[in-house]
């Protein structure tokens, strides 16, 4: 009976010792990104060199990482805090690793590869863009953003601004050129409005 017992505690025992080795592993290994140069930065925000924790990451609200040929944004999850993020001039196509980051009031994203701007779509907080120089054609997404108040898409592939047509804030900058628009009326009603535009 006692070794039946005994047996018992053991089974119950082993999978949670497993468990605890598993967090202890990840805690000892800290927090990794896919591109060395978004570590480097990251570093540099938290000012540290040893283990990258979860709390540390919290502090981070401004992330600038302009013209370090990186790929992947992976990683960058973590920074659930971040408000303002700067990726000029880098290799990026996939914002996906982002899309979570509902805090963020100013992107820019000028410079790069990117053709899909979806993942922005959770970006309600979202008041400056800047997606300048990329592959973009579709930009439906902006429909979801309501507080968007600086938006620059110069030289992407649009032709279709209907998503633009109920943005109240969109007063500071609003740059098109570039790109082979046809009809711009979806902003004829608050272009006077705008202070600094170029079409």
Known sequence: MKKNKILMVLVLLIPLLILWGFMFQISQKGIYFSSERVEEAVRIAIQHDGLITMDQLKTIEELEVRDAGIESLEGLHFLSEL??????????????????????????????????????????????LNARDNLINDISVL?????????????????????????????????????????????????????????
Do not use: C, W
């Not at 209907?162 to 943005?167: E, Q, V």
């Not at 804030?169 to 046809?182: A, D, F, K, Q, S």
């Open 143 to 199: 429909s979801t953003l309501p507080y968007l108040e600086d938006v620059n898409l110069r030289n992407n592939q649009i032709t279709n601004i209907d998503s633009l047509a109920n943005h109240e804030y969109l007063t500071l900058r609003l740059y098109l050129e570039g790109n082979p628009i046809v009809d711009y009326s979806p902003v004829n009603h608050y272009y006077p409005s705008i202070e600094n535009k170029d079409f």
């Open 83 to 128: 408000k303002k993020l700067d990726i000029r001039d880098n290799q990026i196509t996939d914002l996906s690793p982002i899309e979570g980051l509902t805090k963020l009031t100013e992107i820019n994203l000028r410079g790069n590869n990117i053709s899909d701007i979806t993942p922005l779509e959770n970006l309600k907080e979202l008041r400056v």
